[in-house]
């Protein structure tokens, strides 16, 4: 089966052997590469993992690196299209996935239900995973683990109308944030303390382009949004008690991605996003310094939704793409000053 979509989240992802891989949406289920040793630059697989009927994937990652796969599922039955979410995790790089879990659809109704959204999610310090997703009816619901194990019933965090998909993230003190783009603004729900409820925080503005927010954690506990202003003017970049400051650039549809890394002996943040002409773009800039502006680099490759950012086990920015043939595309940081990438590597396809 080809690749049919980048999944969303952090779908570049180092293990706990230092091993990168790939997981991307394909039709039918899920396709994984896997790194054959530590920044090798070479690819096992692709690996498959049948899921019928899986329209959207969410990868994220915890603090014991476990991967967890989240997904939106239309199955076709008696009386119409049945549309739940499902859940798999996996405990080691290159091994199979454990079982797939249905987390049932937050909206009882089937008109209602047939509107959810794509998952995405976080997971708190204690290993916890929340799952959030938006649909017709508005605002944004919450369904997570108990310390049992076992899955909470689904919460209505309330809110308005949401704009495309949602973005959350867990900070080095897994304290767990979401963000959901309205018509207006971006609302955001924040937790105080390990284990809490979030609670509705102040909103951000301006009005951001549908789907585009991004969270990183760019000091300790405290996250920079950053998100596409809805009008075109660029990416914007918010903390929490600062103004939003624009930080230039021109991108297209879909969230950014966001890493955090030390080059040239400068603490770095790393944005990459597909520019309004469809190809993959870099942005670089002092951590903390968004508002004067960032140096953006367009990479010339053509890719279809967000591209992946992660460092590999010597600390390289590695980027991964997917292209509009369902190609997979990574590079990789070269041994020099600042960000310059070498060529790009088409990962197997059978």
């Not at 949004?225 to 297209?252: D, I, L, N």
């Not at 190809?279 to 010339?300: F, H, I, P, R």
Request: net charge neutral; charged share 20%; with cysteine.
């Amino acid at each position: 089966m080809s690749v049919s979509a980048a999944a969303t989240g952090s779908w570049l992802l180092r293990g706990n052997d230092d091993r990168l891989s790939v997981y991307a949406l394909a039709g039918g289920g899920v396709r994984r590469w896997t790194e054959t040793g530590v920044g090798s630059g070479h690819w096992s697989g692709p690996d498959f993992f049948p899921v019928e009927g899986l329209t959207d994937l969410a990868v994220v990652q915890g603090a014991n690196r476990y991967v967890h796969f989240l997904g939106r599922r239309e199955r076709l039955g008696g009386d119409g299209t049945k549309v739940d979410l499902v859940y798999a995790v996996q405990y080691q790089s290159g091994r199979t996935l454990g079982d797939w879990r249905s987390l049932g659809n937050p909206y009882r109704d089937p008109r209602g239900a047939a509107t959810v959204g794509a998952p995405t999610a976080a997971v708190d310090g204690q290993g916890t995973v929340y799952v959030f997703v938006s649909g017709g009816p508005g605002g944004v619901m919450l369904r997570r683990e108990a310390r049992s194990g076992a899955w909470e019933a689904w919460k209505d965090l309330r809110g308005g109308a949401v704009a495309g998909g949602l973005s959350a993230a867990a900070n080095s003190a897994g304290l767990v944030e979401v963000l959901a783009p309205g018509h207006r603004s971006v609302m955001r729900w924040v937790q105080t303390e390990p284990g809490a409820d979030l609670r509705r925080a102040q909103d951000l503005t301006p009005a951001p382009a549908p789907g585009s927010t991004a969270l990183l954690e760019t000091s300790p506990g405290v996250f920079t949004a950053y998100w596409s202003e809805r009008s075109g003017t660029g990416v914007y970049a918010q903390r929490p008690g600062e103004w939003a400051f624009p930080a230039g650039g021109a991108p297209g549809e879909g969230p950014h991605a966001a890493l955090r890394t030390p080059f040239d002996g400068y603490d770095c943040t790393v944005l990459a996003h597909q520019g309004r002409t469809g190809t993959a773009v870099l942005g670089v800039c002092g951590t903390g310094a968004e508002s004067g502006g960032l140096w953006w680099t367009d990479t010339g490759v053509t890719c279809v939704g967000t591209p992946a950012l992660a460092l590999d086990g010597h600390g390289r920015i590695v980027v991964a793409t997917v292209r509009a043939d369902g190609a997979v595309l990574v590079n990789r940081q070269r041994p020099e000053p600042g960000l310059t990438l070498s060529d790009w590597d088409r990962l197997p396809e059978s």
